[in-house]
């Protein structure tokens, strides 16, 4: 069974503070990998999607990198702001799955003013 | 953009009554639609594949007596949840992949059903 892992559960920083998010997953099939946002009681926001033959993707203040290899991907967030409070979801996508997502559990961050 | 759209976005209902969910992609064909279910503090889990026109494939663990997914059309996918039980009470979130680029899926807002 393909498992997505992320650590840490929760996060708190101060605002400014770079930080780096943690996803691994146990099927190196994964054909891409997707980071999502999500605010209490909402639906998912698309961060980035890397593609299986990409090794990272940067929008703004957001990198991921992907290392099917190692079976990880990381988020690294530059400059954080309180806007950047949410829950941080991981996802890998399986072929053989129809490439429904497997979704990791999340990183709760909060980003104190 | 893609949008997906999903609705009810909040639905309240008795127990034994049911309900049904509409997802739809408004500016895409989709082939296929997954859906998902999330309950507090957890991840999203997958609850089915729906492939237009054709039977829904769902995942271990899931009774589709109880979740009846229809997708009759290259925009339109249902979920009824027959009988509801408080247990059934979750955040319930469609997808849709768009049929010329599989590799594009979009996800609708959500559905938080709670059942009394």
């Known amino acids: 069974k393909q498992e997505v892992t992320q650590i840490p559960a929760a996060l708190s920083v101060p605002e400014g503070e770079n930080l780096v998010l943690n996803c691994s997953f146990t099927d190196s099939a994964i054909y891409n990998l997707q980071w999502f946002r999500q605010d209490p009681g909402k639906g998912l926001t698309s961060l980035l999607l890397i593609q299986s033959s990409q090794r990272e993707q940067t929008s703004g203040r957001l990198n991921a990198s992907l290392d099917k290899s190692s079976g990880r991907s990381t988020l690294y967030i530059a400059a954080s702001q309180p806007g950047d409070s949410a829950t941080y979801l991981c996802?890998?996508?399986?072929?053989?799955?129809?490439?429904?997502?497997?979704f990791g559990k999340g990183t709760s961050l909060l980003v104190t003013p | 953009g893609a949008v997906v759209s999903q609705h009810p976005s909040r639905v309240i209902c008795k127990s034994g009554t049911s309900v049904k969910i509409e997802c739809r992609s408004l500016?895409?064909?989709?082939?296929?639609m997954f859906w998902y279910r999330q309950f507090p503090k957890q991840s999203l889990m997958l609850m089915a594949t729906?492939?237009?026109?054709?039977?829904?494939?769902?995942e271990q663990g899931v009774e589709k007596d109880k979740f009846l997914i229809n997708h009759a059309s290259l925009t339109l996918s249902t979920l009824t949840v027959t009988s509801a039980h408080p247990e059934d009470s979750s955040f319930y979130i469609c997808?849709?992949?768009?049929?010329?680029?599989?590799?594009?899926?979009?996800f609708g807002p959500g559905t938080r059903l709670t059942v009394t």
């Open positions: 729906s492939n237009e026109g054709s039977k829904a494939t769902y």
């Open positions: 996802a890998g996508w399986y072929s053989n799955s129809g490439y429904a997502l497997n």
């Open positions: 997808s849709a992949r768009r049929t010329l680029s599989p590799y594009e899926q979009y």
């Open positions: 500016d895409f064909q989709a082939t296929t």
